[in-house]
C-alpha cells in the first residue's frame, strides 16, 4: 500500500510539473551537452500531449515539423508557412511587452519567445537564415525575401522579450558577418539593420569593420535613408565604449589602461574603414543638410509633449516603418532630396510633423557619427571634407527652418556619454551643438562658421586695432562660408540669448561658442562677440538669473575666461555690467560656490592681471586697470593664495579626471608667474603656514608634489594636451616643464622645491603615486 500511494503521488506531482521537467531537462543538456539539447528531439506525441496544458501555443509541435522540413538537402520555400506562424506568436507577444500595457515575460506561465528559445527555435532560425552559406554541394538554396524577414523578425523579437537570446547571438562572430551580407537586400534591410543595432549594442569588444565581407561595395549600395539608418549601427562601431562613472574614469585609470593597450583601437581602425570608403563622407553631408519640405503654421510642428504619445503608438510607429520600406523601394536611384518621394500615397496620409521627425531622426544619426569622426585621429581629413562638402554652410541653411524651428521646454541634461531619451528634435539640437563643439574646436576651419559679411568684419577690427590678421583667418575660403548676412555662429548666439534660463541647453551652446574661442586667444574673435552683446548675457546669467545648474554656470565660467583673456575691452565691459558691490560680490560668491567649475576663470583673470600690469605705458589698460573691481581684487596677493590654497586642496593624485584637472593646471599658472617675478618662495612659504595654522603639517605640499610628479607623467606624453596649454595661457610649454621640476627639486637647500617646506618628521614624497 506505501508503495502504491508513494507511486500515485510520484505520478500526480510528474503530471503536476511536466512542463517544468522537460524545461529542466533541455536546460541541463544544453548545459552539459548530454541528453535533449533540443525540443525537436522530444517525440511529438508526448509534445502535443503537454501542449494544452503547458499553454506553449503549439510551438514546440510548430519546431519539430519545421526541423524536419529544413535539413540541408530540404526544399526550404515550404517552410514559408511554418515560420510565418512562429513569427507571428513572437511577434505579437513582444507587440503586448513594449506598447502601453508593459507586460513583462515574468507575468506569462510560458511566454512564447522563452518557449521559443528554450525548444531550439533561435538556433534554428539562424540556421535557416545562413543555410546558404553552409551549402557547399549542388545548387545554393533560395529563401525569400518574406522568409528572411519572418526569421529576422522572430529573433529581433526573442531579443526584445528573452533575457540572453541577444548576448548569445552577438557571441556568433559569424552570424553576426552574415547579418550585414543581408542588408544588400533592400527588402531587408530594415528588420536585418534593427536586428543588428540590437546585437552590438550588448557586444563587449567593437567588431572589425573591415572584417565585413566586400564593406566598401556595401555601403556604397545603399540609398540615402538606408545609409542613415546605417550609421545607427555605425554608432557602436567608431565610438569607444563608454567608461561608466566609477573609478575607471579617472586619469590615473586611464594611464595604467594605455601602458597595457597601445595599438590603435579597433573604433580607431573602423573610423579609417569608412573614410577609405569613397564618397560616403560626402553623402553624409548631403543627408545632414538636405531640406525637408515644411507646410506652414504651428500644425507643422511636433509639439514636445505629443513625442511621447506618438511613440508608444504600434499604428504609428508601423506606418513610420512601412514609409522607410516605400522610401526604400521608390529610391533606386540615389536623391538627396525629398521631392522623389512625393508620390508615395502614405506619406501624404502621415501628418507634417511625423515627416519631419521621420527626417530628423536620420539626421541626429548622421550628425553622431561625423561628429565622432571630428574627434578622432583622422581629424585633420574629416574637415577638409566637411568644408569641401559645405557641411557648414548647409546647416546653416537649415537653421532657422528646421535646427531650431521654436524654443522647446526644458529637459535633463545628457553628457556626451550618457544614453538619452529625449524626443528627436531635442536629440537633434544636442547633436547639432555637439558637431559644433567638434568642428570649431582648435581648428582654424572654425571661421567657416560666419558668413562673408562677418569675415569682413573680422578683418575691419585687426585693421582699427592695428593688430596682423591671423593666418588661419586670411586662409579661409570665402566659397566654403556661410551664405547671407548672418552665419551659424551669430545664429547660435541669438537663440541662445532667448533661452529659457533653466534650459540644459543652454550647457552645449555656451560649450559651442566657446569651442570658436579656444587656443590662442584672438583680440577681432573675442570682439566680434563682444559687440553681440555676449558678455553681458553671460554676467546676466550668472549674476542675475537666478540660474542654479552647475554644469549651466561651467560652461558659462568657461566661456566667459576665454572671452575676456587678455581682452582689456572685455575687463572695461565687466565693469560697466558688474557697477555695484552687491553685483560684484554675487559673482565672486558663484565663483568661490565651486572651484571647479569655475577656475578656468579664475585662470584667464591672473593670466589677463599679469599681461595688464606690464603694460603700464598703455592709457587705457592704467585707466581700466585703475577702475576694475575685478583686476582689483586679483592684484592682492592674499587673494590668489586663497585661490592656490583652495585648487590644491579640492584635488588628488586619485581623484583627478579630464573635468578638474584644470584645477591643478591653474594653480600651476599661479606659481609659474610667481616664479617670473621671483615670488615662488614666498607662495611655497605661504603654502606652508597655511597647512600649520590648519593643523595638517605636509599634508597639502606632499599631495601637491605627488600631482605634480603625476603632471610630468600625464603631460610629456601628450603632444596634444601640451599644445593645449601652452596656446590657452600663452606660456611656452617648456616654461611649464622647467617650473614643475625646479617644484619637484630634490635638494632641500632650493628655495623654490616643495620639499623644502616639508619638515622631515611629515615628509612623504617617495611613495609610488601608482600605488596610492
Known amino acids: 500500500m506505501a508503495t502504491r500511494r508513494s507511486g500515485v503521488s510520484r505520478t500526480q506531482?510528474?503530471?503536476?510539473?511536466?512542463?517544468?521537467?522537460?524545461?529542466?531537462?533541455?536546460?541541463?543538456?544544453?548545459?552539459?551537452?548530454?541528453?535533449?539539447?533540443?525540443?525537436?528531439?522530444?517525440?511529438?506525441?508526448?509534445?502535443?500531449?503537454?501542449?494544452?496544458?503547458?499553454?506553449?501555443?503549439?510551438?514546440?509541435?510548430?519546431?519539430?515539423?519545421?526541423?524536419?522540413?529544413?535539413?540541408?538537402n530540404s526544399d526550404l520555400s515550404k517552410i514559408d508557412s511554418m515560420v510565418m506562424e512562429l513569427s507571428s506568436l513572437l511577434s505579437m507577444e513582444a507587440m503586448s511587452f513594449v506598447t502601453e500595457e508593459r507586460k513583462t515575460p515574468q507575468e506569462s506561465v510560458s511566454p512564447n519567445t522563452y518557449t521559443f528559445d528554450l525548444f531550439g527555435g533561435v538556433d534554428l532560425f539562424v540556421e535557416i537564415l545562413m543555410r546558404p552559406t553552409l551549402t557547399v554541394q549542388g545548387d545554393l538554396p533560395i529563401l525569400s525575401d518574406d522568409l528572411i524577414k519572418d526569421c529576422l523578425s522572430g529573433l529581433y523579437n526573442c531579443c526584445i522579450c528573452t533575457e540572453g537570446v541577444t548576448k548569445s547571438l552577438a557571441a556568433r562572430e559569424d552570424f553576426v558577418m552574415f547579418l550585414f551580407t543581408l542588408m544588400s537586400n533592400k527588402k531587408v534591410f530594415l528588420p536585418t539593420a534593427t536586428l543588428i543595432e540590437?546585437?552590438?549594442?550588448?557586444?563587449?569588444?567593437?567588431?572589425?569593420?573591415?572584417?565585413?565581407?566586400?564593406?566598401?561595395?556595401?555601403?556604397?549600395?545603399?540609398?540615402?535613408?538606408?545609409?542613415?539608418?546605417?550609421?545607427?549601427?555605425?554608432?557602436?562601431?567608431?565610438?569607444?565604449?563608454?567608461?561608466?562613472?566609477?573609478?575607471?574614469?579617472?586619469?590615473?585609470?586611464?594611464?595604467?589602461?594605455?601602458?597595457?593597450?597601445?595599438?590603435?583601437?579597433?573604433?580607431?581602425?573602423?573610423?579609417?574603414?569608412?573614410?577609405?570608403?569613397?564618397?560616403?563622407?560626402?553623402?553624409?553631408?548631403?543627408?545632414?543638410?538636405?531640406?525637408?519640405?515644411?507646410?506652414?503654421?504651428?500644425?507643422?510642428?511636433?509639439?514636445?509633449?505629443?513625442?511621447?504619445?506618438?511613440?508608444?503608438?504600434?499604428?504609428?510607429?508601423?506606418?513610420?516603418?512601412?514609409?522607410?520600406?516605400?522610401?526604400?523601394?521608390?529610391?533606386?536611384?540615389?536623391?538627396?532630396?525629398?521631392?522623389?518621394?512625393?508620390?508615395?500615397?502614405?506619406?501624404?496620409?502621415?501628418?507634417?510633423?511625423?515627416?519631419?521627425?521621420?527626417?530628423?531622426m536620420y539626421k541626429v544619426e548622421v550628425l553622431y557619427v561625423l561628429c565622432v569622426m571630428l574627434m578622432g585621429r583622422q581629424r585633420n581629413q574629416v574637415h577638409r571634407?566637411?568644408?569641401?562638402?559645405?557641411?557648414?554652410?548647409?546647416?546653416?541653411?537649415?537653421?532657422?527652418?528646421?535646427?531650431?524651428?521654436?524654443?522647446?521646454?526644458?529637459?535633463?541634461?545628457?553628457?556626451?556619454?550618457?544614453?538619452?531619451?529625449?524626443?528627436?528634435?531635442?536629440?537633434?539640437?544636442?547633436?547639432?551643438?555637439?558637431?559644433?563643439?567638434?568642428?570649431?574646436?582648435?581648428?582654424?576651419?572654425?571661421?567657416?562658421?560666419?558668413?562673408?559679411?562677418?569675415?569682413?568684419?573680422?578683418?575691419?577690427?585687426?585693421?582699427?586695432?592695428?593688430?596682423?590678421?591671423?593666418?588661419?583667418?586670411?586662409?579661409?575660403?570665402?566659397?566654403?562660408?556661410?551664405?547671407?548676412?548672418?552665419?551659424?555662429?551669430?545664429?547660435?548666439?541669438?537663440?541662445?540669448?532667448?533661452?529659457?534660463?533653466?534650459?540644459?541647453?543652454?550647457?552645449?551652446?555656451?560649450?559651442?561658442?566657446?569651442?570658436?574661442?579656444?587656443?590662442?586667444?584672438?583680440?577681432?574673435?573675442?570682439v566680434f562677440l563682444l559687440r553681440r552683446g555676449l558678455l553681458e548675457h553671460i554676467l546676466y546669467c550668472i549674476i542675475d538669473s537666478g540660474c542654479k545648474s552647475h554644469d549651466v554656470l561651467q560652461s558659462y565660467f568657461d566661456l566667459l575666461g576665454e572671452l575676456m583673456k587678455f581682452n582689456i575691452d572685455a575687463f572695461r565691459r565687466f565693469n560697466k555690467y558688474v557697477n555695484t558691490e552687491e553685483k560684484f560680490q554675487m559673482f565672486l560668491t558663484q565663483i568661490n560656490s565651486s572651484l571647479v567649475d569655475s577656475n578656468m576663470l579664475v585662470r584667464c583673470i591672473v593670466l589677463s592681471l599679469d599681461r595688464f600690469e606690464s603694460q603700464t605705458e598703455d592709457i587705457k589698460v592704467v585707466e581700466v586697470f585703475s577702475e576694475c573691481r575685478l583686476l582689483s581684487y586679483m592684484a592682492q596677493v592674499e587673494n590668489r593664495l586663497f585661490y592656490l590654497y583652495r585648487?590644491?586642496?579640492?584635488?588628488?593624485?586619485?581623484?583627478?579626471?579630464?573635468?578638474?584637472?584644470?584645477?591643478?593646471?591653474?594653480?600651476?599658472?599661479?606659481?609659474?608667474?610667481?616664479?617670473?617675478?621671483?615670488?615662488?618662495?614666498?607662495?611655497?612659504?605661504?603654502?606652508?603656514?597655511?597647512?600649520?595654522?590648519?593643523?595638517?603639517?605636509?599634508?597639502?605640499?606632499?599631495?601637491?608634489?605627488?600631482?605634480?610628479?603625476?603632471?610630468?607623467?600625464?603631460?610629456?606624453?601628450?603632444?596634444?594636451?601640451?599644445?593645449?596649454l601652452e596656446n590657452s595661457s600663452c606660456i611656452p610649454f617648456t616654461y611649464w616643464k622647467e617650473t614643475v621640476s625646479v617644484l619637484l627639486g630634490s635638494g632641500r637647500g632650493s628655495q623654490c622645491a616643495i620639499a623644502t617646506y616639508i619638515d622631515e618628521a611629515y615628509m612623504d614624497l617617495d611613495r609610488d603615486f601608482m600605488e596610492l
Not at 540609398?223 to 573609478?247: H, K, M, W, Y
Not at 547633436?431 to 569675415?455: A, C, I, P, T, V
Open 198 to 360: 540590437d546585437i552590438l549594442g550588448v557586444r563587449k569588444e567593437i567588431i572589425h569593420l573591415e572584417k565585413i565581407p566586400n564593406l566598401a561595395s556595401l555601403v556604397q549600395s545603399f540609398n540615402q535613408q538606408q545609409l542613415a539608418n546605417f550609421c545607427r549601427i555605425l554608432s557602436v562601431t567608431i565610438s569607444e565604449p563608454d567608461v561608466g562613472v566609477d573609478d575607471k574614469h579617472t586619469l590615473l585609470a586611464r594611464s595604467t589602461q594605455q601602458k597595457t593597450s597601445t595599438c590603435t583601437s579597433r573604433a580607431e581602425s573602423n573610423q579609417v574603414a569608412l573614410l577609405n570608403i569613397p564618397g560616403f563622407v560626402e553623402r553624409l553631408c548631403k543627408l545632414a543638410t538636405r531640406k525637408v519640405t515644411e507646410a506652414a503654421g504651428a500644425s507643422a510642428r511636433l509639439e514636445l509633449e505629443d513625442w511621447h504619445s506618438w511613440l508608444d503608438n504600434a499604428l504609428v510607429l508601423d506606418a513610420l516603418m512601412q514609409l522607410a520600406i516605400e522610401e526604400a523601394e521608390q529610391s533606386s536611384t540615389e536623391s538627396s532630396d525629398e521631392s522623389s518621394l512625393s508620390s508615395s500615397p502614405l506619406r501624404h496620409r502621415l501628418p507634417q510633423s511625423m515627416k519631419i521627425v521621420h527626417e530628423i
Open 13 to 72: 506531482t510528474s503530471r503536476g510539473n511536466s512542463c517544468k521537467n522537460i524545461f529542466n531537462k533541455i536546460q541541463q543538456g544544453q548545459i552539459t551537452g548530454v541528453g535533449l539539447t533540443r525540443g525537436s528531439q522530444i517525440p511529438a506525441v508526448l509534445l502535443e500531449e503537454r501542449d494544452k496544458r503547458a499553454q506553449w501555443q503549439g510551438i514546440p509541435v510548430l519546431l519539430r515539423r519545421l526541423h524536419e522540413s529544413s535539413h540541408p
Open 385 to 526: 571634407m566637411l568644408a569641401e562638402f559645405k557641411l557648414i554652410p548647409g546647416l546653416n541653411n537649415l537653421f532657422d527652418k528646421l535646427i531650431w524651428r521654436k524654443q522647446p521646454s526644458g529637459h535633463v541634461l545628457h553628457r556626451q556619454n550618457q544614453n538619452c531619451d529625449c524626443s528627436p528634435e531635442i536629440s537633434f539640437k544636442i547633436q547639432f551643438l555637439r558637431l559644433l563643439q567638434s568642428f570649431s574646436d582648435h581648428h582654424e576651419n572654425k571661421y567657416l562658421l560666419l558668413s562673408g559679411l562677418e569675415l569682413n568684419e573680422l578683418t575691419e577690427i585687426y585693421l582699427s586695432a592695428n593688430i596682423f590678421e591671423m593666418d588661419a583667418l586670411n586662409n579661409t575660403d570665402r566659397n566654403l562660408v556661410c551664405d547671407g548676412k548672418k552665419g551659424l555662429l551669430t545664429r547660435l548666439i541669438s537663440v541662445m540669448k532667448k533661452e529659457p534660463i533653466d534650459s540644459s541647453f543652454r550647457f552645449w551652446q555656451a560649450r559651442a561658442v566657446e569651442s570658436f574661442l579656444r587656443g590662442t586667444p584672438s583680440y577681432a574673435d573675442q
Open 647 to 724: 585648487l590644491i586642496s579640492i584635488i588628488n593624485v586619485q581623484t583627478l579626471t579630464q573635468e578638474n584637472v584644470s584645477c591643478l593646471n591653474t594653480s600651476l599658472v599661479i606659481l609659474m608667474l610667481a616664479r617670473r617675478r621671483g615670488k615662488l618662495p614666498f607662495y611655497l612659504s605661504a603654502l606652508r603656514e597655511k597647512e600649520y595654522a590648519e593643523k595638517y603639517p605636509g599634508c597639502l605640499l606632499n599631495n601637491f608634489h605627488n600631482l605634480l610628479r603625476f603632471w610630468q607623467h600625464h603631460y610629456l606624453n601628450k603632444d596634444k594636451d601640451s599644445t593645449c
